[in-house]
Protein backbone atom coordinates (compact mmCIF):
# COMPACT_ATOMS: atom_id res chain seq x y z
CA UNK A 1 0.00 0.00 0.00
CA UNK A 2 1.39 3.26 -0.86
CA UNK A 3 0.28 7.09 -1.58
CA UNK A 4 2.58 8.33 -4.43
CA UNK A 5 1.95 11.89 -5.33
CA UNK A 6 4.47 12.60 -8.48
CA UNK A 7 4.82 16.36 -9.93
CA UNK A 8 1.76 17.51 -8.74
CA UNK A 9 1.19 21.05 -9.61
CA UNK A 10 -1.94 23.30 -8.29
CA UNK A 11 -2.66 26.64 -10.15
CA UNK A 12 -5.33 29.17 -10.04
CA UNK A 13 -6.10 31.95 -12.56
CA UNK A 14 -5.71 35.58 -11.28
CA UNK A 15 -7.00 38.73 -12.36
CA UNK A 16 -6.22 40.14 -16.28
CA UNK A 17 -5.48 36.81 -17.57
CA UNK A 18 -2.77 36.07 -14.85
CA UNK A 19 -2.55 32.48 -12.96
CA UNK A 20 -1.19 31.77 -9.20
CA UNK A 21 0.23 28.53 -8.68
CA UNK A 22 -0.21 27.16 -5.18
CA UNK A 23 1.47 23.88 -5.59
CA UNK A 24 4.70 23.66 -8.02
CA UNK A 25 5.82 20.06 -8.69
CA UNK A 26 5.51 18.47 -5.63
CA UNK A 27 6.22 14.95 -5.33
CA UNK A 28 6.66 11.94 -2.39
CA UNK A 29 5.39 9.13 -1.08
CA UNK A 30 3.82 7.55 1.82
CA UNK A 31 4.65 3.88 2.39
CA UNK A 32 2.08 1.06 4.62
CA UNK A 33 3.29 1.72 8.22
CA UNK A 34 4.85 5.21 7.83
CA UNK A 35 3.59 8.58 9.28
CA UNK A 36 4.48 11.35 7.68
CA UNK A 37 4.23 15.07 8.98
CA UNK A 38 3.11 17.82 6.17
CA UNK A 39 4.91 20.97 7.78
CA UNK A 40 4.84 24.95 6.52
CA UNK A 41 4.36 28.45 6.93
CA UNK A 42 0.86 29.81 5.88
CA UNK A 43 0.27 29.71 2.47
CA UNK A 44 2.98 27.32 2.18
CA UNK A 45 0.45 24.90 -0.27
CA UNK A 46 -0.46 22.34 2.39
CA UNK A 47 -4.47 22.59 2.49
CA UNK A 48 -3.93 22.69 -1.59
CA UNK A 49 -1.98 19.44 -1.53
CA UNK A 50 -4.45 17.84 1.00
CA UNK A 51 -7.82 18.64 -0.52
CA UNK A 52 -5.93 17.28 -4.14
CA UNK A 53 -5.02 13.90 -2.45
CA UNK A 54 -8.48 13.60 -1.10
CA UNK A 55 -9.76 14.28 -4.89
CA UNK A 56 -11.67 17.54 -3.76
CA UNK A 57 -9.24 19.49 -6.08
CA UNK A 58 -8.39 18.28 -9.51
CA UNK A 59 -4.30 18.46 -10.32
CA UNK A 60 -3.68 21.13 -12.70
CA UNK A 61 -0.82 18.62 -13.71
CA UNK A 62 0.76 15.93 -11.87
CA UNK A 63 -1.17 12.70 -10.69
CA UNK A 64 -1.96 11.42 -6.98
CA UNK A 65 -1.81 7.35 -6.58
CA UNK A 66 -3.65 5.58 -3.81
CA UNK A 67 -2.40 1.80 -3.95
CA UNK A 68 -1.86 2.70 -7.42
CA UNK A 69 -5.73 3.91 -7.91
CA UNK A 70 -5.04 7.64 -9.48
CA UNK A 71 -7.44 9.75 -7.95
CA UNK A 72 -8.71 11.38 -11.21
CA UNK A 73 -8.97 8.64 -13.55
CA UNK A 74 -9.98 6.19 -11.26
CA UNK A 75 -11.37 8.41 -8.92
CA UNK A 76 -14.21 5.77 -6.76
CA UNK A 77 -11.67 3.06 -6.70
CA UNK A 78 -9.29 5.43 -5.15
CA UNK A 79 -11.65 7.12 -2.68
CA UNK A 80 -12.46 3.90 -1.45
CA UNK A 81 -9.03 3.27 -0.17
CA UNK A 82 -8.71 6.72 1.29
CA UNK A 83 -10.27 8.78 4.42
CA UNK A 84 -9.73 12.57 4.96
CA UNK A 85 -10.55 14.05 8.06
CA UNK A 86 -10.43 18.23 7.55
CA UNK A 87 -9.24 21.10 10.30
CA UNK A 88 -12.48 22.55 10.20
CA UNK A 89 -15.69 19.76 10.90
CA UNK A 90 -18.40 20.26 8.99
CA UNK A 91 -21.45 17.65 10.05
CA UNK A 92 -24.81 17.44 9.55
CA UNK A 93 -26.97 19.80 11.78
CA UNK A 94 -29.80 17.38 12.23
CA UNK A 95 -27.90 13.87 12.93
CA UNK A 96 -26.68 12.68 15.58
CA UNK A 97 -23.21 11.27 16.15
CA UNK A 98 -24.20 7.78 15.86
CA UNK A 99 -26.24 8.50 13.07
CA UNK A 100 -23.05 10.19 11.28
CA UNK A 101 -21.02 7.21 11.89
CA UNK A 102 -24.15 4.93 10.48
CA UNK A 103 -24.48 7.04 7.39
CA UNK A 104 -20.45 6.57 6.39
CA UNK A 105 -20.70 2.93 7.13
CA UNK A 106 -23.70 2.91 4.43
CA UNK A 107 -22.00 4.58 1.90
CA UNK A 108 -19.14 2.93 2.26
CA UNK A 109 -20.71 -0.58 2.99
CA UNK A 110 -18.80 -1.24 6.53
CA UNK A 111 -19.60 -4.75 7.19
CA UNK A 112 -18.80 -5.16 10.91
CA UNK A 113 -19.98 -1.24 12.08
CA UNK A 114 -21.38 -2.02 14.97
CA UNK A 115 -18.47 -3.28 16.65
CA UNK A 116 -16.21 -0.61 14.15
CA UNK A 117 -18.36 2.10 15.65
CA UNK A 118 -18.53 0.73 19.41
CA UNK A 119 -14.48 0.41 19.60
CA UNK A 120 -14.14 3.95 17.70
CA UNK A 121 -16.59 5.68 20.50
CA UNK A 122 -14.79 4.14 23.36
CA UNK A 123 -11.22 5.40 21.98
CA UNK A 124 -12.04 8.73 21.14
CA UNK A 125 -14.11 9.34 24.49
CA UNK A 126 -17.36 9.61 22.90
CA UNK A 127 -19.09 7.64 25.12
CA UNK A 128 -22.40 9.23 25.65
CA UNK A 129 -22.61 11.73 23.41
CA UNK A 130 -23.89 9.19 20.73
CA UNK A 131 -27.37 10.90 20.17
CA UNK A 132 -25.61 13.93 20.76
CA UNK A 133 -26.34 16.67 17.87
CA UNK A 134 -23.59 19.14 16.23
CA UNK A 135 -24.92 21.95 17.85
CA UNK A 136 -24.37 20.42 21.55
CA UNK A 137 -20.96 19.49 21.25
CA UNK A 138 -17.89 21.58 21.77
CA UNK A 139 -15.41 22.18 18.78
CA UNK A 140 -13.00 19.24 20.06
CA UNK A 141 -15.83 16.74 20.17
CA UNK A 142 -16.92 17.74 16.73
CA UNK A 143 -13.45 17.01 15.68
CA UNK A 144 -13.66 13.98 17.02
CA UNK A 145 -17.18 13.01 15.02
CA UNK A 146 -14.88 13.65 11.75
CA UNK A 147 -12.36 11.43 12.55
CA UNK A 148 -14.57 8.60 13.76
CA UNK A 149 -16.23 9.19 10.52
CA UNK A 150 -12.78 8.73 9.09
CA UNK A 151 -11.54 5.88 11.08
CA UNK A 152 -14.94 3.93 10.51
CA UNK A 153 -14.53 2.48 7.36
CA UNK A 154 -11.16 0.23 6.98
CA UNK A 155 -9.08 2.86 4.77
CA UNK A 156 -5.90 2.26 3.92
CA UNK A 157 -4.27 5.73 3.71
CA UNK A 158 -5.35 8.62 6.57
CA UNK A 159 -5.41 12.19 5.56
CA UNK A 160 -5.14 14.27 8.95
CA UNK A 161 -5.48 18.32 8.69
CA UNK A 162 -4.58 19.62 12.01
CA UNK A 163 -5.99 16.76 13.70
CA UNK A 164 -5.71 18.08 16.99
CA UNK A 165 -7.82 21.62 16.99
CA UNK A 166 -10.04 22.46 19.82
CA UNK A 167 -8.98 19.11 21.92
CA UNK A 168 -8.28 19.18 25.71
CA UNK A 169 -4.82 18.34 26.64
CA UNK A 170 -6.52 14.78 27.66
CA UNK A 171 -7.65 14.77 23.50
CA UNK A 172 -4.98 15.57 22.56
CA UNK A 173 -2.87 12.74 24.15
CA UNK A 174 -5.83 9.97 22.92
CA UNK A 175 -5.52 11.59 19.55
CA UNK A 176 -2.03 10.91 19.53
CA UNK A 177 -2.39 7.51 20.26
CA UNK A 178 -4.63 7.10 17.73
CA UNK A 179 -2.79 8.13 15.08
CA UNK A 180 0.18 6.01 16.23
CA UNK A 181 -1.63 3.21 16.26
CA UNK A 182 -3.50 3.55 12.70
CA UNK A 183 0.34 3.44 11.41
CA UNK A 184 0.95 0.92 13.28
CA UNK A 185 -1.77 -0.70 12.02
CA UNK A 186 -0.26 -0.30 8.42
CA UNK A 187 -1.74 2.59 7.01
CA UNK A 188 -0.63 5.24 5.30
CA UNK A 189 -0.25 8.14 7.50
CA UNK A 190 -0.08 12.10 6.22
CA UNK A 191 -0.31 14.63 9.13
CA UNK A 192 -0.83 18.10 8.57
CA UNK A 193 -0.15 20.17 11.56
CA UNK A 194 1.62 23.99 12.89
CA UNK A 195 2.20 21.78 16.34
CA UNK A 196 5.70 21.21 15.41
CA UNK A 197 6.34 19.21 18.51
CA UNK A 198 3.18 16.62 17.74
CA UNK A 199 4.95 15.89 14.15
CA UNK A 200 8.30 15.58 15.77
CA UNK A 201 6.93 13.19 18.42
CA UNK A 202 4.41 10.73 16.26
CA UNK A 203 6.47 11.35 12.39
CA UNK A 204 8.52 8.84 11.21
CA UNK A 205 9.26 11.00 8.16
CA UNK A 206 8.60 15.29 7.88
CA UNK A 207 7.87 17.18 4.54
CA UNK A 208 8.45 20.59 4.55
CA UNK A 209 7.08 23.02 1.95
CA UNK A 210 7.22 26.61 1.43
CA UNK A 211 5.55 28.69 -1.13
CA UNK A 212 4.32 25.67 -3.23
CA UNK A 213 7.10 23.67 -3.39
CA UNK A 214 8.63 20.61 -1.40
CA UNK A 215 12.42 22.13 0.36
CA UNK A 216 12.68 19.14 2.90
CA UNK A 217 12.02 15.59 3.06
CA UNK A 218 13.44 13.35 5.86
CA UNK A 219 13.65 11.93 9.51
CA UNK A 220 14.42 14.76 12.07
CA UNK A 221 17.61 13.37 11.98
CA UNK A 222 18.49 13.17 8.38
CA UNK A 223 17.15 16.84 8.15
CA UNK A 224 19.84 17.99 11.17
CA UNK A 225 22.34 16.19 9.28
CA UNK A 226 22.51 18.46 6.13
CA UNK A 227 25.33 19.91 5.86
CA UNK A 228 23.62 23.23 5.18
CA UNK A 229 21.37 23.08 8.23
CA UNK A 230 24.46 22.93 10.17
CA UNK A 231 24.28 24.64 13.45
CA UNK A 232 20.67 25.15 13.41
CA UNK A 233 19.57 23.12 16.09
CA UNK A 234 18.43 19.05 16.29
CA UNK A 235 15.11 19.66 16.94
CA UNK A 236 12.28 20.01 14.11
CA UNK A 237 11.06 23.72 15.47
CA UNK A 238 14.98 24.87 14.79
CA UNK A 239 15.03 23.19 11.70
CA UNK A 240 11.70 24.29 10.69
CA UNK A 241 12.56 28.08 10.97
CA UNK A 242 15.99 27.80 9.68
CA UNK A 243 15.27 25.68 6.35
CA UNK A 244 11.88 28.46 6.13
CA UNK A 245 14.32 31.52 6.26
CA UNK A 246 13.43 32.16 9.86
CA UNK A 247 16.35 31.98 11.19
CA UNK A 248 20.14 32.06 9.36
CA UNK A 249 20.05 31.89 5.31
CA UNK A 250 20.06 28.61 4.32
CA UNK A 251 20.36 26.81 0.56
CA UNK A 252 17.26 25.10 -0.35
CA UNK A 253 16.77 22.25 -2.03
Do not use: W
Amino acid sequence: MALVVEQFTRTYAGPSGSTFTAVDGLSFQVRSGEIVGLIGPNGAGKTTTLRALAGILRPTSGRVLVDGHDIVADAIAAKRRLAFMPDEPHLFEYLTVGEHLRLVARLYQVEDFEQRAKALIEELELAGKERSLPGELSRGMRQKVVIACGLVRDASTLLFDEPLTGLDPVGIRRMRQTIVARGRSGACVLVSSHLLHLVEEICTRVIIMDHGRKIADGTVAELASRHDLAGAGSNLEQIFMRVTGHGSPVAQE
